[in-house]
């Protein structure tokens, strides 16, 4: 039995642990019981700690001090949605338990664990019972009792998660939601399952069949193999290499795919759902992204010229590529770390700046009309992470920053920023676009900063938003037996109806909206919608509220086909 653990063993269980939650992630994704497509917990939680793993990957920790603190940064940073922010806070707390120790034993572990929860806990406003944070704690509270029948890392590890489990499997009888749909909380399972795979780690054992060691756990799994292609040709000088985050996942590369082969060679399109990947080598890089930016948000890229390698290759010198970045960074900022130097902060320009989450160029364009300074792709099924929150503030020209995340998983995401940004930051508890519209129209940059907040929570209450996307599994919730690809229709977040026939929502919708009153009736209809279709869905609502202003717009939203403002 293993008793103690020091840094580089623990860096190893953290991997062990990114990759058991990465093939595990779709199971846990089905346990969401809300049928909405949405950014799932299995999904966020995967990504959350593959960021980790990522970084863990470039360096060699010597204590568990360093491995923890490195740990919680990177998830942190890479936090996605609640279950990921939450994730990154039990780490948090772990971190700052073992800050100073080199190694770490069953008392330090459970120790460990509590700060964790407690962290979690302290951040969470409403925590509620038949969740992670109950699962977390009662692990943490038997790992305390455990170290105190045996001080071994491994016996205290094994002892929180049989608790753990037995907490999760009450889950279902805490949330009346779960025990309708009789399953267990999914964040939950998610921080079991990471917590198994660094049990198994620590006990020696293979690390699981399917996960790759060296790339980070919650990589894209592409089609092609892009170590064996051919560069020996270098008509073309730049191999470049990126991954783009599709705007649905219905687009059609096919014309992506002809203008890459126009510029260049040794072209390789891979692709899953959400994402798709390409190898190109070419002479213009710059336009090969541009272009492929019009197909989704670009998240990764990697460019390296093959004529300079090669002639360094030839003459025995060393061969740069991009792995040599990280440090020619740090010599470049002196005692700087990499994460300072990656920041460019824009120095403030004007005392108020605002960012808007949203996905669609028709929303972004009109957010951008309302007079938000930054844009941030996400939403469903897209959580942005901290990190890519924080460097939208960053370039935000301003000395206080107003963002509204319109969705209400990345207001926790939103709110971590608060801790990593010398600019004041203003998280506004936008949940829908049409909240965070009202908010931008409330604005008065005259009336100061708690006037603005205030004027923006006011506009938010007074809006509401109307959706209708397609149901991505089947569930029986609020009383409705829904089944996978039928159109849901939902208002402030919750399930409203559902049908086969999208017309009979819409009729449905419109009703409601004669019953408030509607004044004004704004819809944005989404990249799925034609824009004849969404004339027909336009008229129902100019006939059900004859007295009301309809505007009908193209936002290029994905999953959403309409989203619809009320007030």
Do not use: W
């Not at 040794?266 to 692709?271: K, M, Y």
């Amino acid at each position: 039995m293993k008793d103690k653990v020091d840094g580089a063993l623990l860096k190893e269980m953290v991997l062990f642990g990114a990759a058991s939650i990465s093939l595990e992630k779709q199971s846990i994704n089905d346990l969401n019981v809300f049928p909405v497509p949405d950014g799932d917990t299995g999904t966020n939680m995967s990504l959350t700690i593959g960021n980790a793993a990522a970084e863990l990957r470039k360096k060699a920790p010597a204590t568990v001090e360093e491995t923890a603190k490195i740990t919680a940064s990177a998830l942190l940073r890479g936090a996605r949605g609640n279950s990921g922010v939450i994730l990154s806070l039990l780490f948090r707390g772990i971190s700052r338990s073992l800050k100073g120790q080199a190694a770490m034993d069953g008392v330090s572990l459970a120790n460990a664990l509590q700060e964790g929860v407690a962290a979690a806990y302290s951040a969470v406003m409403k925590p509620a019972e038949g969740t992670v944070l109950t699962v977390s704690r009662l692990a943490a509270k038997r790992a305390v009792e455990a170290a105190t029948e045996h001080n071994s890392a491994e016996y205290v590890l094994q002892a929180a998660i049989e608790e753990g489990q037995l907490a999760l499997a009450d889950t279902v009888n805490q949330n009346p939601v779960l025990k309708k749909a009789g399953v267990v909380d999914a964040g939950g399972k998610g921080f079991l399952v990471i917590l198994s795979g660094m049990l198994s780690c620590l006990r020696g054992e293979p690390m699981p069949e399917g996960a790759d060691e060296d790339q980070p756990a919650a990589s894209i799994q592409d089609k092609a193999d892009f170590e064996s292609i051919d560069t020996e040709s270098i008509t073309f000088a730049f191999d470049t290499v990126y991954i783009v985050r599709k705007k649905s996942e219905t687009v059609d590369l096919a014309p992506l795919r002809a203008y890459l082969d126009s510029i260049g060679d040794s072209l390789v399109i891979g692709e899953d759902d959400e994402s798709f990947k390409v190898h190109v080598h070419t002479n213009i890089p710059g336009e090969a992204l541009t272009e492929s930016q019009k197909y989704g948000t670009l998240e990764l890229a990697k460019i390296e010229n093959m004529r300079t390698q090669h002639d360094d290759l030839a003459a025995g010198r060393h061969v740069q590529s991009t792995d040599d970045l990280d440090q020619i960074e740090k010599e470049l900022e002196g005692n700087g770390t990499v994460e300072d130097s990656q920041r460019h902060v824009a120095a403030p320009e004007k005392k108020y700046g605002f960012i808007s989450v949203c996905a669609g160029d028709g929303i972004a364009s009109v957010f951008r009309d309302l007079g938000c300074d930054g844009i941030i792709s996400g939403g469903q099924t897209m959580n942005p992470s901290t990190e890519s929150i924080l460097d939208a503030i960053d370039r935000t020209p301003a000395e206080v920053v107003f963002v509204l995340p319109n969705n209400k998983n990345i207001i926790m995401a939103a709110q971590q920023c608060q801790h990593l940004s010398d600019k004041q930051i203003v998280v506004i508890p936008s949940a829908s676009v049409p909240q965070g519209m009202a908010a931008m129209l409330a604005v008065d940059t005259e009336s100061g900063t708690e006037a603005i907040e205030t004027a923006m929570n006011e506009a938010i209450a007074h809006v509401i938003t109307a959706q209708i996307t397609y149901a991505a599994r089947d569930s029986d919730i609020d009383g409705f037996a829904i089944k996978a690809g039928e159109y849901l229709a939902l208002k402030e977040n919750n399930l409203f109806g559902s049908d086969t026939d999208i017309a009979v929502l819409l009729e449905k919708l419109a009703d409601t909206a004669k019953e408030q009153d509607a004044e004004f009736i704004t819809m944005f209809y989404g990249s799925d919608v034609s824009e004849e279709d969404a004339q027909k869905a336009e008229a129902i609502f100019a006939a059900a509220c004859p007295d009301a202003e309809v505007s009908l717009l193209p936002g290029g939203q994905p999953v959403y086909y309409y989203i619809i403002s009320i007030e």
